[in-house]
């Protein structure tokens, strides 16, 4: 029988499918089930927690002032309605691909696809990003200990006057030859990062309350609610690592449980850390010296001690902790890439197994090249602009999807299901578009052209590669949908 192309646009992977061949239910998995909950969370909270709560305080506090506090609260309510629409697609499709997944299973093909193409851009530009913000406070720490930096040429891209940015590239090498050895091995050394970049945050907040002045919050709100809102804004993005829990629904132990658990304690963590930082920030020091202060929490601590480790310890934590969110970049990428290959959507090679370790390495050494060569030749800013539009619309598509799936699978079993449904979900797609609306031009252009080459992709590819399609899944050949 001839199938009609809005049949094949829409047409949805049944969850029972996913779960026969990704062994949700047996335990079993192509890919290996080692990580508990603590390696979970460990991905959670290192995939959020790093540049952005070093470097955003001196961009957010100038917009809005002490009442930033408020601001990291209203981002944090934003990204929590988001999580908690992930934990429960995350109980109830536990599998590699995070919102490509969950859009395959409630909204259709061609929308996966798209879901897909905008995971993609988050990840791959996001582990660029980080790796040449890393590159930067490599020598910022070198000039700190050692009195030297690296030579301008090999540590800046062209257009920065540089040749390559040697550092950002060796980050990145570092980071795939750790998922190379394992899932288990990447989330060990990911957690250690955690705890330390955690303590640092806590160094932070224990010190720099000593140098609490209530003076500095007596004109909380200078800048009014729309200070407050524009800084939201800025800090929504602080947030976004918390879908990385998602991506390792084939490599958890446990899944149904796990995720769901996991990503809400990643995000109270997070907001906790965010909110006491801001806090005692902007209580240590007038509001208005943050604008243009560089590494602003390593200043705030020397003027609260008189001296000028902090701003060493402080480097260094930082360096930690951008490790850690270009390792969970690469990580994301590639189990998206791996369950994209498996659905036939890309070429087979990604989908490929090392029988050993039991990790995707071609596909693995291939997004390393790809991203090392944005690290390495591009600057941080064009990088940044690129990130932010893939995230919400994977954000977005998340929200509805948990309502799409509660219609057409009403029974499927769920490990978490979203409170106040269906009001949570749309409060979700209301609080991105929100954001969304103050994006830059360029971003949108960006994500327009980026989608549109998405849809070439998927006319000229993946509608004739589709497994699903080819009736090549177990169950499928039986008739409808198995959900």
Known sequence: MTTSLREQLLRRKP???????????????????SLGLWHLCAIGIGGTIGTGIFFILNQAVPVAGPAVIWSFVLAAVVAGLTA?????????????????????????EVIALAVGACLLLEWGVAGAATAVGWSEYVNRLLDNVFGFQLPHAL??????????????????????????????????????????????????????????????????APF??????????????????LDGVATAGEEAKNPKRNLPLAI??????????????????????????????????????????????????????????IFSVTLISLYGQTRILFAMSRDGMIPEIFHKVNPRTMTPVPNTIMVAIVISLLAGLIPINFLAEMTSIGTL?????????????????????????????????????????????????????VFVIWIA???????????HHSHLGRREHVGLAGGEDAQ
């Open 84 to 108: 908690v629409c992930y934990a429960e697609l995350a109980g109830a499709v536990p599998v590699s691909g995070s919102s490509y997944s969950y859009a395959y299973a409630a909204l259709g």
């Open 453 to 463: 080459g998405a849809m070439v992709w998927y006319f000229l590819y993946s509608r």
């Open 15 to 33: 969850v029972g499918e996913m779960a026969a061949e990704t062994g949700a239910d047996s335990g079993t998995s192509e890919l290996s089930r």
């Open 155 to 220: 540590s800046n891209a062209p257009e920065q006057g540089g040749v390559f940015n040697l550092p950002a590239v060796l980050l990145i090498v570092m980071c795939a030859t750790l998922l190379i050895r394992g899932a288990s091995e990447s989330a060990t050394v990911n957690a250690i990062m955690v705890a330390i970049k955690i303590s640092v945050l806590i160094m932070f907040i224990l010190i720099g309350s000593q140098g609490w002045n209530s003076d500095n919050l007596s004109n909380f």
């Open 393 to 445: 619309v994977a954000f977005i598509t998340v929200s509805i999807g948990v309502i799409a799936l509660r219609r057409s699978a009403p029974n499927l079993p769920r490990g978490f299901k979203v409170p106040l449904y269906p009001i949570t979900p749309i409060l979700s797609v209301v609080g991105c578009l929100w954001i969304i609306k103050d994006l830059r031009p360029v971003t949108l252009y």
């Open 264 to 321: 809400m304690i990643s995000l109270l963590v997070v907001t906790t850390l965010y909110v006491l930082t801001s806090l005692v920030g902007v209580a240590a020091q007038p509001y208005d010296e943050f604008e243009g202060q560089e590494a602003g929490l390593a200043r705030i601590l020397e003027n609260v001690v008189g001296a000028s480790w902090p701003g060493t310890v402080l480097a260094a934590g930082a360096i930690i902790s």
């Open 224 to 241: 009014g609610f729309h200070g407050v809102e524009a800084a939201a804004g800025m800090i929504f993005f602080s947030f976004i690592g």
